[in-house]
């Protein structure tokens, strides 16, 4: 199974960027890297997903290692509501592998 | 569209009872999936069919049966509910493919007691 490593929790003031990491060093070269995030008490949300190289959406970026072992969500300018769980999660097949994500809190 | 629906919002299942929860989509997706949620806990597959006809299990598909007679339905089926399945339970479609993007439904809030 392929497996990733987030931090539990982190914190970001308001307007100003943030990046949230993923380790995935087990994932093989055809596996897409998604991300997702989930707002208390909905489904998740789609955020941006990518194979190789960088993305960038209206949402956010998401900045993929040379080698694929880790990847970078990147949001430029917080705001109150992205204040989420966020997923990092390789897709492997036809499954998707949800690890226990990473919980933003963003301060005001 | 009304994207992926789920039925019912919340349930309070005995120990023992059945119950089927329900997911369609009307989006002709192909693919769909069901996920249940432990508190403070990520997402694990239960099972997922990968067109009208084809199942397959996921990480955590024991105690659970799925069938998939049309494209827009997927229904999850509990035959003996036991506490361990008190969970929130989120159904999922999508096209097809590795880059696609999956969409999910509202959930439904699970307690067995």
């Known amino acids: 199974d392929a497996k990733t490593t987030q931090p539990n929790s982190m914190e970001s003031n308001e307007e100003e960027p943030v990046h949230l990491p993923c380790n995935h060093s087990t994932i093989s070269g055809t596996d897409y890297i998604h991300w997702y995030r989930q707002l208390p008490s909905q489904g998740p949300e789609y955020v941006i997903h990518g194979l190789t190289s960088n993305v960038n959406n209206r949402m956010a970026s998401l900045a993929i290692a040379e080698d694929r072992k880790s990847s970078t969500l990147i949001l430029h300018r917080a705001t109150l509501r992205d204040a989420a769980v966020y997923y990092c999660?390789?897709?492997?097949?036809?499954?998707?592998?949800f690890g226990t994500g990473t919980s933003l809190t963003v301060i005001p | 569209n009304a994207g992926v629906t789920q039925t019912p919002k919340f349930r309070i299942l005995k120990i023992g009872q059945s119950m089927t929860l329900q997911c369609t989509q009307d989006m002709n997706h192909n693919y769909m999936y069901w996920y249940r949620q432990d508190p403070g806990m990520g997402l694990k597959l239960i099972y997922y069919?990968?067109?009208?006809?084809?199942?397959d299990k996921g990480e955590v598909p024991n105690g659970y049966n799925v069938s998939r007679s049309t494209t827009e339905d997927f229904p999850l089926r509990l035959e003996l509910a036991a506490p361990s399945q008190t969970s929130v339970y989120f159904c999922?479609?999508?096209?097809?493919?590795?880059?696609?993007?999956?969409?999910f439904g509202p959930g439904t809030r699970l307690l067995v007691l």
């Open positions: 999660i390789p897709r492997v097949g036809n499954q998707f592998y």
């Open positions: 069919s990968v067109g009208a006809g084809i199942t």
């Open positions: 999922a479609s999508n096209v097809a493919g590795g880059s696609e993007t999956q969409y």
